[in-house]
């Protein structure tokens, strides 16, 4: 049983009932049709001839209803997640003085929902997470990953079916690789994929300011392949940048036919910076006068982290890296250019920690030829 007071105020005195204009109590509905996942259900009322110091009482026959709250117009009920794997049925009457009779409310709820996936996102740095998986099935085999959105964009896959059966394809040649079937692979390889019940993963050695999907399904193995037993659900997780050093460039250019002598002075900077040179049918240039946005800066420390962890994927470290594509310290480039063109001259200073990939630690310097 619950209950909840609310005084509504009428003409009569305190407890008075009209017996010529009883209490009239109207809802929106009569029926409750709710999922398995439950929630906090609204019902729209509206009271005429109430009484002074009136109450309404909500009673329900089950115990997985009851009243949340009353407010002017509604009466919202809590109706519990089921873990059942039949419907089930309440009944709720609606009690207010002088009313008869009570009104009653019909509240059907459909079975447990297992299919449903829920995520816990926490200690989001620029390249790391952590992600709790929590599954409503706690017996059911699931895909626990996180992919970078820009593979959507990259890849063209936008289809449920398509993107999971690209990601089986490339785990099934891996498989084939090791002389081992998909469901052996998956039971070995590391970090783990597949779990059941709630698991926990620790994501590192992430892109600065990207974008991640953070992804589950329910799988079941046939063969050599596997099955979906649920739909995928999925969350987005946005990636800070890195905080900003206060780094300035000092740049200066002098031309000689189509050749550039640009000059770089990085002030007390004494780490690494780039230099990335932009023709205005490019897509990192920006017209003079024009503020640089968010994803103008995102875009441009994209450019040049992929650059590096491909490097590095190859076999580089982040100081050879480094040395091979970066600068330090006063420095004269000649560069040639195209005569029909305008170019922006882009620097800013970039670091490795612990021989991590390296990154953008400063806002972008400008210098238009």
Same mark, same amino acid.
């Given at each position: ?66 009243? =949340?709250?009353?407010?002017? *117009? ?5 109706? $519990? @997640?089921?873990? /059942? &794997?039949?419907?089930?049925? +309440? ?61 959507? =964009?990259?890849?063209?896959? *936008? ?5 999971? $059966? @690209?990601?089986? /394809? &490339?785990?099934?040649?891996? +498989? ?83 050749? +550039? ?109």
């Amino acid at each position: 049983m619950a209950s909840l007071t609310l005084s509504l105020v009428g003409c009569e005195s305190e407890g008075q009932v009209d017996p010529n204009n009883p209490p009239k109590l109207v809802l929106d509905t009569y029926t409750l049709n709710i999922d398995g996942g439950g929630g906090d259900i609204p019902l729209y009322y509206g009271l005429s001839n109430p009484v002074k110091g009136g109450e309404f009482e909500v009673l329900s026959t089950e115990s997985w209803v009851s009243l =949340k709250e009353v407010t002017s *117009s509604t009466i919202v009920l809590h109706i $519990e @997640a089921s873990n /059942s &794997n039949e419907e089930r049925f +309440a009944m709720v009457t609606i009690k207010y003085p002088g009313m008869e009779p009570a009104v009653k409310v019909t509240v059907l709820q459909d079975k447990q929902l297992l299919n449903k996936f829920s995520f816990d996102v926490s200690n989001v740095t620029y390249k790391s997470c952590t992600v709790k998986y929590k599954p409503l099935d706690k017996n059911r085999p699931y895909m626990a990953n996180i992919i970078d959105a820009e593979y959507f =964009k990259q890849s063209g896959v *936008s289809q449920e079916q398509s993107f999971v $059966e @690209a990601e089986m /394809s &490339n785990y099934r040649a891996l +498989a084939e690789r090791n002389n081992m079937t998909l469901e052996e692979l998956m039971g070995r390889v590391s970090p783990q994929l597949i779990y059941t019940g709630d698991a926990e993963r620790q994501f590192v050695g992430m892109q600065p300011g990207a974008t991640y999907v953070v992804y589950s399904y329910g799988i079941s193995f046939s063969g050599n392949n596997y099955e979906l037993t649920t739909p995928i659900h999925s969350t987005v997780v946005e990636l800070p940048m890195p905080e900003m050093y206060d780094v300035s460039f000092n740049i200066n250019c002098k031309m000689s036919g189509t050749t +550039a002598s640009i000059s770089i002075d990085p002030g007390e900077w004494t780490g690494y910076y780039s230099v990335q040179i932009a023709p205005d049918d490019s897509l990192h240039y920006i017209e003079p006068g024009t503020q640089i946005t968010d994803s103008a800066i995102k875009s441009l420390a994209s450019k040049f982290y992929t650059s590096a962890r491909n490097a590095m994927k190859g076999g580089a470290s982040a100081e050879q890296y480094l040395r091979a594509n970066c600068y330090t310290g006063f420095r004269t480039l000649d560069v040639q250019l195209q005569s029909n063109k305008k170019y922006m001259i882009i620097v800013f200073a970039v670091e490795s920690k612990d021989g991590e990939v390296p990154v953008m630690r400063s806002m972008p310097s400008f210098k238009y030829i």
